[in-house]
């Protein structure tokens, strides 16, 4: 009986533990990416939770707009083309 209770006392413990553990390595992860995956990779190795394959799977499939944007790079489609360009680009209506 004390051992069925320690045991479910520590797979608790462990449970929040590894939910606490993978909230940092999502808040982290934009400003650290590297901490925050090894913390996401802590997180799982706790416990099997939601929070920690939540945190493994935003650090695997990182969105979009954690990408790092190079100073002074304009998208293509953000920018006007010059006649030359959308002209070779096979825009007859162009130049």
């Known amino acids: 009986m004390a051992f069925d209770q320690r045991r479910t006392v520590i797979a608790q413990r462990d449970r929040a533990a590894s939910a606490q553990v993978a909230g940092t390595a999502r808040s982290v992860r934009s400003t650290d990416p590297r901490l925050g995956r090894r913390l996401a990779i802590a997180a799982a190795g706790l416990a099997d939770t939601p929070e920690s394959w939540s945190a493994l799977e935003a650090v695997r499939y990182p969105w979009a707009t954690d990408a790092v944007r190079l100073?002074?790079?304009?998208?293509?489609?953000?920018?006007?083309?010059?006649?030359?360009?959308?002209?070779?680009?096979g825009n007859p209506s162009a130049g």
């Open 71 to 89: 100073p002074g790079f304009v998208p293509a489609f953000r920018r006007e083309l010059v006649p030359d360009e959308a002209q070779s680009l």
